[in-house]
């Protein structure tokens, strides 16, 4: 009988050897990097349980700890049916995904676009197709063919930010999906807004551009706020494309970076350059935000960009060091594709691995280092 209570007490010294050997490696790595994120799209019901297969199997090894998955319509609210796609996840499906985040330690995040990203190409999204009176700039038609540069300038449909009655929707929307997701953050996407305070509109015309962004970005975070939860965006619209030489798509050029000084600090903003190792992470901690650098498709970038934050976090001041947050890959293609290329190792049309899945491989086998 002493032999086996022996046994026994092994057995549990080694379990919570093995359980405080876990506990103090996560702890020493979110130390050096706070998040280590995924953004991609949420998977079509048929595909929740593959993508549940690879949190399980692909991101609890890697010491993902963050996952914001893009949902926007791809939900069966309740609180608007009508702004349900044809087809989307269940209750039931959302529920299997948190479980899984739950069980490997994953802050899940969604994200719903607002303002910003209304549509795509010639395709108008669920807000401004059921309501149409939304629409910043209804005198812009949606091609039949949609090309750029066009006549309109027309990338992605925007919300009106001063409708009276657009926030009543979207905030049921976004406290439906927090509910849903079991979630205390929430990411609003905001990127490339390229329709504001249009000249026509009667409520935003001849109003300052970074000051209609900055109130939008208010609304939603002080909505938040109210229970506790926090806000996450993209940071593109608070940079000045022309001074940084960024251009119109990672920074802006309609005059919205003055926004950066008019929002709280309590924003975490994600901070993507897909094309140079940009260090405007500097200047959004500077400016008293968390940042998160995003990279998307070159891997080689991607490790530049993981070294530029190690080295921030590890040479900025005290009051610096904790708002250089950590690293979030980027997604931008469906779920189920970046499934199929990652298992299949797919290559870039060149051949290369200039592709989001090596780019994810490689950026996570660098943190797998630390």
């Known amino acids: 009988m002493s032999k086996v209570f022996f046994k026994v007490q092994l057995l549990l010294l080694y379990l919570v050897g093995t359980g405080l050997q876990y506990l103090f490696a996560q702890n020493n790595i979110d130390s050096v990097l706070p998040i280590r994120g995924l953004c991609i799209a949420a998977p079509l019901p048929s595909g929740v349980d593959s993508f549940v297969t690879f949190i399980n199997n692909e991101l609890a ?115 439906e999906i927090c509910t ?65 030489g960024m251009g119109m798509w990672e920074a802006s050029r309609n005059n919205t970076h003055a926004s950066i000084d008019l929002v709280p600090k309590d924003i975490i903003i994600c901070d993507w350059h897909y094309e140079r190792a940009d260090k405007s992470a500097v200047y959004f901690a500077m400016k008293g935000f968390k940042v998160v650098t995003c990279p998307w498709r070159n891997p080689a970038i991607a490790v530049a960009q993981l070294n530029d934050m190690l080295n921030f976090r590890n040479t900025a001041t005290d009051q610096l060091k904790p708002r250089f947050y950590g690293m979030l890959q980027t997604v931008w293609s469906p779920n189920s594709s970046f499934l199929r290329s990652y298992y299949n190792n797919t290559k870039d049309p060149s051949g290369g691995n200039n592709t989001q899945t090596e780019c994810f491989k490689q950026l996570f086998g660098e943190i797998g280092k630390l």
């Open 180 to 244: 849903a997701f079991e979630t205390n953050d929430f990411h609003a996407g905001m990127d490339e807004v390229f329709y504001i305070g249009d000249s026509k509109c009667p409520r935003c015309r001849k109003k300052d551009k970074a000051v209609l962004f900055a109130g939008e970005v208010k609304k939603i975070r002080d909505h938040l706020s109210e229970s506790n939860k926090t806000l996450w965006i993209w940071g593109d619209r608070m940079l000045d494309g022309y001074t940084t």
């Open 61 to 175: 090894p890697r010491k993902v700890n963050t996952l914001i998955l893009r949902v926007d319509f791809n939900y069966q609210f309740t609180s608007h049916p009508e702004l349900r796609d044809s087809i989307a996840l269940s209750a039931d499906d959302v529920k299997k995904m948190v479980a899984a985040c739950r069980n490997s330690n994953i802050k899940i995040i969604p994200q719903i676009n607002l303002l910003g990203h209304q549509s795509w190409a010639n395709k108008t999204y669920n807000l401004l197709k059921v309501y149409p009176e939304f629409d910043e700039t209804p005198r812009v038609k949606m091609p039949e063919k949609y090309e750029w540069p066009n006549a309109d300038s027309l990338y992605c449909k925007s919300y009106c930010p001063l409708h009276p009655k657009v926030h009543k929707i979207v905030f049921a929307l976004v406290d």
